[in-house]
């Protein structure tokens, strides 16, 4: 059996390297070569300055199927069909599969597309574990993996500046373990440039009625998450715990025509890109979980955004930044203590500041019910102290109350120890997964 892998066929202005795959799927059906287990979409470090979207490569493996085969897409109107086992493919087949695999991994590409750099690689055998590893939480030299390629023995093809080669290895070295899945449906190309029409009622029905399918869509911002906003072919993605409740769920969602469709197995939800250090360890453009202290009140930032400071247990500081758009995450950092014993997890850029992806409070420190005035009935702003004993004044009608008719006060929110995810829309593909909505 022979693996391919492949990285780097779109651009910020459209193409998918997911769809690209599904046109090599198509190819050695021609060639009468099968699939067997089931395609894999695996993200990587999100992280990297040079990504276009959601940073995933591809990867399938393909021999002679063996036993019974059950059905994982659908191209041209065709079946595309998975066996569960297989034999090898005679290497002079092997090699001709490489040539066609490419001619058309090249033809589906953003090729001339600034940044775009497409490859692929093909390999008798699962490729080490490590070339994963690092790809998904650290920034990769490229001469390292075109080492480890020529060790393997492993063949490859690459337009541009090589930088396909490292996810297209990660791809195939991915040890697939503790998995999701995510089944991919596409626009035809005649839709492309068109408003995607997806119907949220019926996406609402789909997660109601396979309570494994997970990020549909986002109640608090009203967003519809299984259709992407970019330009690329894809029409929807429904992503599940279980395989079979997303192939049931399909038939059930209401949309413009579907072109083709696969089922993939991913890496999605599963926290791979992050690992526990220490500060000093989080270099540029690597994610981290970090135990610490804080270590003063968080600051309110412009547009909504929190910052706090911790320390490790090395006593090395660490700024940390909650962003707005993440929902939950600067309403939990607003309540931090100096003293608050927290688990924080995130990525960084060039910067040294921790972008927060979650929070874990796992010890406060104890606190008095604080309290702090309403809103004004009139305006609807919060009405602010005009110093001791001197009563509240609203600061947009300016009507004021003196110390003993001040507006009414009520225990501001505190957060109990426990683990807080951004909301929905705001999660990355690789974050893990937190409680459905």
């Not at 695996?42 to 059905?71: C, Q, Y």
């Not at 093809?157 to 990660?170: C, K």
């Not at 247990?313 to 700024?319: A, D, H, N, Q, S």
Request: charged share 25%.
């Amino acid at each position: 059996m022979i693996w391919l892998g492949i990285d780097d066929t779109d651009s910020p202005r459209g193409g998918c390297t997911t769809f690209t795959l599904t046109g090599v799927l198509d190819l050695a059906r021609e060639l009468g070569i099968d699939l067997i287990g089931e395609p894999r979409l695996v993200r990587l470090n999100p992280n990297v300055p040079w990504k276009t979207r959601g940073n995933a490569a591809l990867s399938a493996r393909f021999g002679r199927g063996v036993g019974p085969r059950r059905r994982v897409g659908s191209v041209g109107g065709r079946p595309i069909w998975s066996f569960a086992s297989g034999a090898r493919i005679p290497r002079s087949n092997a090699d001709a599969f490489l040539e066609r695999a490419w001619e058309r991994v090249r033809s589906l590409s953003r090729s001339g597309d600034p940044g775009t750099d497409p490859a692929l690689v093909m390999s008798d055998h699962r490729l080490p574990a490590r070339l994963y590893w690092d790809a998904v939480q650290e920034i990769v030299p490229i001469e390292s993996v075109r080492a480890e390629l020529r060790r393997e023995g492993a063949e490859w093809r690459t337009e541009g500046s090589d930088r396909g080669l490292v996810g297209a290895s990660a791809a195939v070295a991915w040890p697939g373990g503790h998995p999701t899945w995510e089944l991919i449906a596409y626009r035809t190309e005649t839709r492309q440039n068109s408003p995607r029409e997806v119907d949220r009622g019926s996406v609402a029905d789909a997660q109601r009625a396979h309570p494994e399918l997970f990020l549909c869509e986002d109640p608090r911002t009203r967003r519809l998450l299984v259709a992407p906003h970019t330009a690329c072919p894809i029409l929807f993605g429904i992503r599940a715990t279980a395989a079979p409740a997303a192939l049931r769920a399909l038939p059930t969602i209401r949309s413009e025509p579907v072109d083709r469709w696969v089922l993939f197995r991913t890496n999605q939800a599963t926290g791979d890109h992050l690992r526990p250090r220490l500060v000093r360890e989080i270099g540029p453009y690597r994610s981290a979980i970090v135990d610490g202290t804080v270590t003063g009140s968080p600051a309110a930032l412009p547009g909504g955004h929190v910052r706090v400071s911790i320390v490790d247990r090395e006593g090395t500081p660490l700024e940390c930044l909650a962003f707005e758009p993440t929902k939950t995450l600067p309403a939990v950092a607003r309540t931090l203590w100096p003293g608050d014993h927290v688990r924080l997890w995130g990525s960084r850029a060039a910067d040294a500041a921790l972008r927060l992806e979650g929070i874990q409070l796992l010890r406060l420190v104890p606190r008095s019910a604080t309290r702090r005035p309403l809103r004004c009935p009139e305006c609807d702003r919060r009405a602010r102290s005009m110093g001791r004993d001197r009563g509240f004044r609203c600061p947009g009608c300016h009507r004021r109350w003196p110390p003993e008719q001040s507006p009414s006060r009520t225990e501001a929110p505190v957060y109990r120890p426990g683990t807080y995810h951004p909301t929905p829309s705001a999660r990355r593909h690789l974050a893990p997964r937190g409680p459905e909505p």
